[in-house]
């Protein structure tokens, strides 16, 4: 397995802040996101990277996890080998194979290390003297599948694989999964008999959790967008128009005069749908007024003037 350094992913230092890293993503993201870049496939997998990187670096748990791992990384190998974890008390450890996902939009290093219950080391201990692997039913398994906005918003059907070991070697099958329009983050996505098979009966169930793809532009909560707007004071005072970009495109936007940072303006019906009925959620518009950090001589003048305005 070939280690992934998400830092050099997002081109920040190892001891980067979380409003470093959100940054990095930010810039990176606006350029290589397949709605805007100009050759979508290259785009596509490279957002891929970024999304898995910010991921990863973005949570606090999983960054601190995955610096252990970066610290133990020989860069002389090209298999990266993770440091030995000693079984608890009382347990044993099992040796198993476990299978490789593709299509989900992770790399196997991610769902190795940070899957929900899947993955290379996911349940590598069995308790001493314990039968339960002898039970009919063979064990569940768990990945997780990264869904773009735009996927939640009309749907999608996706390829996943899974590589298993056959006759001394591996087989790699091919399944279409159908994702839902206002499929929701956190949701499972059930593929029966697709988890470990069973000497004893029938076979496991492979469960996909559903995370979101980060969006350049948008933050979720909900149902619900954010997007954040930055203008400049002259347009908070006297309002103006602009367009912000959505889901579907392009729309113009009346700011009105007197406008304050933290202002949201509700774009109604232009977030992510509902399951059923239609319904969809709302886009908010929320204002930052964007302060000039560097003033000409005239400029200076300019605000000299309205300052003393502001007191006449």
């Excluded at 299978?99 to 992770?106: A, L």
Aim: overall charge positive.
């Amino acid at each position: 397995m070939k280690f992934r350094n998400y830092y050099e992913i997002l081109g920040v230092d190892k001891n980067a802040t979380q409003d470093e890293i959100r940054s990095a993503f930010r810039r990176l993201a606006r350029i290589y996101h397949p709605d805007v870049a100009k050759d979508k496939k290259a785009a596509e997998e490279k957002f891929k990277d970024i999304n898995e990187a910010y991921e990863v670096l973005s949570d606090p748990e999983k960054r601190k996890k995955y610096d252990q791992m970066f610290e133990s990384w020989d860069r002389t190998q090209e298999e990266f080998v993770p440091p030995f974890w000693s079984a608890p008390k009382g347990w044993t450890y099992q040796q198993r194979y476990e299978p490789e996902f593709g299509g989900t939009g992770f790399s196997d290093f991610f769902e190795a290390f940070f899957t929900e219950h899947g993955g290379l080391f996911s349940n590598l201990f069995q308790k001493n003297g314990d039968t339960a692997l002898k039970k009919q039913k063979g064990r569940d398994l768990s990945a997780e599948i990264l869904v773009s906005l735009d996927e939640v918003l009309h749907g999608s059907v996706r390829q996943i694989t899974i590589s298993r070991p056959f006759n001394g070697g591996s087989r790699k099958d091919t399944y279409q999964i159908t994702i839902p329009i206002g499929i929701e983050e956190g949701q499972r996505i059930r593929l029966a008999g697709l988890g470990e098979p069973s000497a004893f009966g029938k076979a496991g169930d492979l469960f996909l959790k559903v995370k979101y793809a980060k969006h350049p532009f948008f933050r979720v909560e909900g149902k619900d967008l954010y997007y954040d707007l930055e203008i400049p004071p002259w347009d908070a005072a006297l309002g103006s128009k602009v367009q912000i970009p959505t889901l579907e495109g392009q729309v113009n936007l009346k700011i009105p005069p007197g406008c304050k940072s933290g202002t949201k303006l509700r774009l109604k019906g232009l977030g992510l749908p509902y399951r059923e009925g239609g319904k969809r959620g709302d886009l908010y518009v929320v204002i930052s007024i964007n302060v000039p950090q560097a003033i000409n001589p005239e400029e200076r003048k300019l605000w000299e003037q309205l300052s003393k305005k502001k007191y006449q």
